[in-house]
């Protein structure tokens, strides 16, 4: 055991009254709180909508929380499928037990219905949360201490974590200190905010290849931070599921950032406006044959420009009065 480490909570459950008030569900709402403030201000900045950001919220956080959910429970189905387990238990999500990949996913697909809706292109959006959201990550991830999970290999190095013997994995029951592997990802998730932050200001990246980058950068880090963990986790080719989709995002990001290469800012907030429709005189005027009516249309507007006949004949005598009036004064 670490003659120095960090202690785990004694608790991560308080009550008002009957009302149980979970540290965990805590750290998800600051996260979701901090997020919204970020996005709203960098939306603001490069001129958005004010209250934009949080309509979109009120779509992408609640499909980013089924998402974060069904993410877990798909790769971690053995804990609610099979003999002796609760398929209900999947609904506690304050007991732990969510996916970011999944959050990333569905959540995206909230604010893309949430911005049709309001009719404003999704990367600007996506690039003014993206920080955000790396913050509510790091935020989040401090619900896993109070918890006590997902913690990393036994170590003795001085930030090593303690973890409480009713916590610990199968095999380390003696064991009391761990890598605390939710505090590299937290810190991880606040320099990949900085990095974006200072990214698309040296870079003038647009919000869709802010919110690459993002993608990309918390692919790498979610890659290493998996391999210092030890516990259950469904493997492939000798990776766990989580790595091989750190593997997916990194190169996702990765890609889109090359295909956008040649885009830089300002970033295009609304769509274009249609050009109006021209008015009905200029569009029967370009019509063939508009400028000249039929023979015989006394209602054309030519025949109306024209004096009539009678009219032309009482004009021509009035004119030759006038003449031989002159010439006999002269």
Known sequence: MSIAFIPSPSQGVWHLGPLPVRAYALCIIAGVVVAVWVADRRYRAIGGRRGLILDVATWAVPFGLVGAR??????????????????????????????IPGAIALGAVGAWIACRRAGVNLGPVAGAAAPGIALAQAIGRWGNWFNQELYGRPSSLPWALEISPQHRMAGFENVATYQPTFLYESLWDVGIALLLIWAARR???????IFALYVAAYGVGRFIIESLRIDFAHQIAGLRVNQWMAIVIFAAGVIYLYRTRGKVGPDVIEPPVPAPAPA?????????????????????????ALPDDGAAAESAGDGAGEATTEEASR
Not at 72 to 98: C, Q, R, S
Not at 203 to 209: A, E, M, P
Not at 281 to 294: K, R, S, T
């Open 280 to 304: 009905a005189a200029e569009a029967e005027a370009e019509q063939p044959g508009a400028a000249a009516p039929a023979a015989g249309d006394d209602d054309g507007p030519a025949s109306a």
């Open 203 to 209: 870079f003038l990246l647009t919000g869709d290849r």
């Open 70 to 99: 069904l993410y877990h429970v798909i790769t971690d189905y053995e804990l609610y499928f099979g003999a002796g387990k609760d398929p209900w238990n999947m609904f506690k999500i304050w007991d732990g037990g969510i996916g």
